[in-house]
């Protein structure tokens, strides 16, 4: 199972720090990403790490605020979003990718978490 966690409200401007835990299964040998969805939109593609964190890729809209990291050995992904803005609102997902590389397609992606709600006020 994969937790996310560490969303919240905070305001335009502010930070968030969130966590993606996984249980059961190791994930230091696979590629993650992170995802988001706001309300009436598709799910859309973060940032994407891969296995040991050498290559990472952003979306253009995330590009320069918010950052990747990842600790294999708590089994932990992590996402830093500073700088959040209003259109930042959605929720949250993490998602194992089925190498260990990274993806910007949803379908790369094999076990998902049950998301996290991140909201930001303007």
């Known amino acids: 199972q994969l937790q996310a966690s560490g969303g919240g409200l905070v305001q335009a401007g502010g930070s968030l720090r969130l966590s993606c835990a996984a249980s059961?299964?190791?994930?230091?040998?696979?590629?993650m990403g992170w995802f988001r969805q706001a309300p009436g939109k598709e799910r859309e593609f973060v940032v994407g790490?891969?296995?040991?964190?050498?290559?990472?890729n952003f979306a253009d809209s995330v590009k320069g605020r918010f950052t990747i990291s990842r600790d294999n050995a708590k089994n932990t992904v992590y996402l830093q979003m500073n700088n959040l803005k209003s259109e930042d609102t959605a929720v949250y997902y993490c998602?194992?990718?089925?190498?260990?590389?990274?993806?910007?397609?949803?379908?790369?992606?094999?076990?998902w978490g049950q998301g996290t709600l991140v909201t930001v006020s303007s």
């Open positions: 998602a194992v990718s089925r190498d260990s590389r990274w993806y910007q397609d949803t379908g790369a992606y094999g076990y």
């Open positions: 790490i891969n296995w040991n964190g050498r290559s990472t």
């Open positions: 059961e299964r190791t994930i230091s040998t696979y590629g």
